[in-house]
Nanobody, 119 residues
Framework: QMQLVESGGGLVQPGGSLRLSCAAS????????IGWFRQAPGKEREGVSC????????QYADSLKGRFTISRDNAKNSVSLQMNSLKPEDTAIYYC????????????WGQGTQVTVSS
């Protein structure tokens, strides 16, 4: 059974950084593009970033470019999301999911990890 597990969330002050990880269980991550999404209270889920199977192609939500960086380590079967200069509006549950490529429907959603940016 394909399963993704997110980790690395927590409470951080504005301007701080967090690094989220997405690990795979039951399948090999390098067969899939991996996307990060987030959902804030009372808001719809939105796409954050996506990385291709090879890692050569990355996509970001326009509002996040320059602050977030996605990367993957296929040898470790994991994908990371480095988040810098965090703002209170980044507070959300962050999810990762898999797809054949970044333009395809995503599946195998993880349970999410909470990120709270607050002083």
């Amino acid at each position: 059974q394909m399963q993704l597990v997110e980790s690395g969330g927590g409470l951080v002050q504005p301007g701080g950084s967090l690094r989220l990880s997405c690990a795979a269980s039951g399948f090999t991550l390098d067969y899939y593009a991996i996307g990060w999404f987030r959902q804030a209270p009372g808001k719809e889920r939105e796409g954050v970033s996506c990385i291709s199977r090879s890692g050569n192609v990355t996509q970001y939500a326009d509002s996040l470019k320059g602050r977030f960086t996605i990367s993957r380590d296929n040898a470790k079967n994991s994908v990371s999301l480095q988040m810098n200069s965090l703002k209170p509006e980044d507070t959300a549950i962050y999810y990762c999911a898999a797809a054949l490529n970044c333009d395809y429907p995503f599946h195998s959603w993880g349970q999410g990890t909470q990120v709270t940016v607050s002083s």
